[in-house]
């Protein structure tokens, strides 16, 4: 599977963003996927993930209340909708998927993860 993620942006703290990460080449609900994050200098961290079949949801402390993690199968795409945005957001946004993950709760590891899209840039000024 190929991912492709898109919708970031440069915004004020405060506002919303919609990420968006599309897969061509087969069917993204055979997978479940995590989005991921990465400032300079500093490891990739975990930051939403779902499962399959949608009914999983894992979040980071750090976000809980203002992400929300989705899956439209019509699109063939997880989407990622981030409100209340803090400049501590600011960073490049990975997504990734795995077909063999059974608990999201237990795959926060980018290690977990089998394939990855390309980054898009979040920045949010203070």
Known sequence: VQLQASGGGLVQ?????????AASGRTI???????????PGKEREFVAAISRSGGG???ADSVKGRFTI???NAKNTVDMQ??????EDTAVYFCAADRTILSVRA???????DYW??????TVSS
């Open 70 to 72: 989705s899956r439209d």
């Open 29 to 39: 609900s055979s997978y479940a996927v995590g989005w991921f994050r990465q400032t």
């Open 57 to 59: 949801k894992d979040y």
């Open 107 to 113: 795959s926060i590891q980018p290690k977990d993860y």
């Open 13 to 21: 703290a405060g506002d919303s963003l919609r990420l968006s990460c």
């Open 82 to 87: 981030m409100n209340s945005l803090k400049p």
């Open 117 to 122: 899209g390309q980054g898009t840039l979040v």
